[in-house]
């Protein structure tokens, strides 16, 4: 803090290293007398000057802060619980309000879904009942049957001059009477028709027609019903061709299921053939020497037929193989050599 206006830094220092004349320290004492900021000063200087003290010194500064804070303490204790509250209160009300209505709306959904399922399943009973009731009411009426009053007309049928009235009453009665009666009578009498022709119907179904069997099975198929018990031409080609291929083309067919290490199995056998003068059976073992050791098996063959007294054969295994091995590639020209 800057005190030049009152006491400068080095008079501070001074007094804080003992340094000052006493007239120099009698100054600095009136002036702190009249001079607050300056009281403040030298009494921290004070206080350093006594390390011992500075602990009881911290505790009473805090001691005195602590009391001037006090009463605002309550009070914005108070303030805070109190706006806690409110914000709670608050809270719980918009949640009170938000979550109402919508529990309200789903249970309205759920009462109308559930009355419509119900509505829909009573319905479904209702129309299963009136079904089944007409369903049975139909089969206890006998096809052959008639109901009373169909029979009734049935069996009179209307006349109208039988009909006892004056002929002034039936000059007084509309056409129309006449007609609907004439109308109801053709109506009852194809209803009749209609379930003898039932009758008929159910009655024929009861007892088919007998069925010739042995005609039947002697007529002749036709020809889209008859079915070729052998394969086609091409399937027959492709069996002859695969059975071929496996029985007489033997590296073909065997391509298939070796390895590189099958193939150091074969050329290892062939070699054990070679030097047991087996020379028949190193040649059909290296026909399956095809992948790494391929070059040492032609060459290989090469000698067998060699040992064979075929040296045009073996001539022409050299000559049509081209080695990448430097030293198989010197003993096959060496072997050639020896040939010519």
């Known amino acids: 803090m800057d005190t030049a ?8 220092e001074g007094y804080a290293q003992k340094t000052l004349s006493p007239n120099q320290l009698q100054a600095l004492q009136q002036h702190v007398a009249g001079c607050e900021l ?9 206080t350093l000057a006594h390390p011992e003290m500075l602990p009881q010194t911290v505790a009473a500064i805090n001691a005195e802060v602590d009391e001037y804070l006090k009463p605002k303490r309550k009070r914005m204790a108070v ?15 918009i949640g009170w309000y938000n979550l109402t209505p919508v529990a309200d709306d789903r249970i309205v959904k759920s009462e109308n879904i559930r009355k419509a399922e119900e509505g829909a399943a009573s319905s479904e009973v209702e129309e299963s009942v009136v079904k089944r009731d007409s369903v049975t009411e139909l ?45 109801e009578t053709e109506k009852v009498a194809g209803a009749d028709d209609m379930e003898e022709k039932e009758v008929v119907i159910t009655e024929s179904t009861v007892s088919p027609p007998a069925v010739d069997y042995k005609k039947e099975a002697t007529q002749p198929l036709k020809k889209e019903q008859r079915r070729d018990i052998y394969p086609s031409h091409n399937n027959v080609s492709n069996n002859f061709r695969n059975n071929n291929i496996s029985n007489n083309n033997l590296e073909v067919s065997n391509l298939n299921f070796f390895s590189p290490q099958q193939d ?7 070699q054990s053939y070679f030097d047991a003068k087996l020379y028949d059976s190193c040649l059909l073992v290296l026909q399956n020497v095809v992948f790494t050791y391929y070059e040492q098996g ?43």
């Open 5 to 12: 206006q009152c006491i400068s830094n080095e008079m501070w």
């Open 38 to 46: 300056c009281a403040d000063m030298k009494e921290g200087i004070d």
């Open 79 to 93: 303030l805070w619980y109190w706006s806690a509250a409110a914000v709670l209160l608050v809270g719980l009300g």
């Open 139 to 183: 089969r206890s009426v006998p096809s052959g049957s008639v109901p009373s009053k169909e029979r009734e007309v049935n069996s009179a049928p209307v006349n109208v001059e039988s009909v006892s009235v004056s002929k002034d009453e039936s000059s007084i009665l509309p056409e129309s009477v006449f007609k609907s009666e004439a109308e």
């Open 264 to 270: 150091s199995l074969n050329y290892l056998t062939a």
């Open 298 to 340: 032609q060459l290989l063959r090469a000698k067998a037929l060699m040992k064979q007294n075929n040296p045009a054969e073996a001539k022409r295994v050299l000559e049509s193989l081209i080695f990448t091995d430097e030293k198989l590639k010197k003993e096959a020209a060496e072997l050639l050599k020896s040939i010519k």
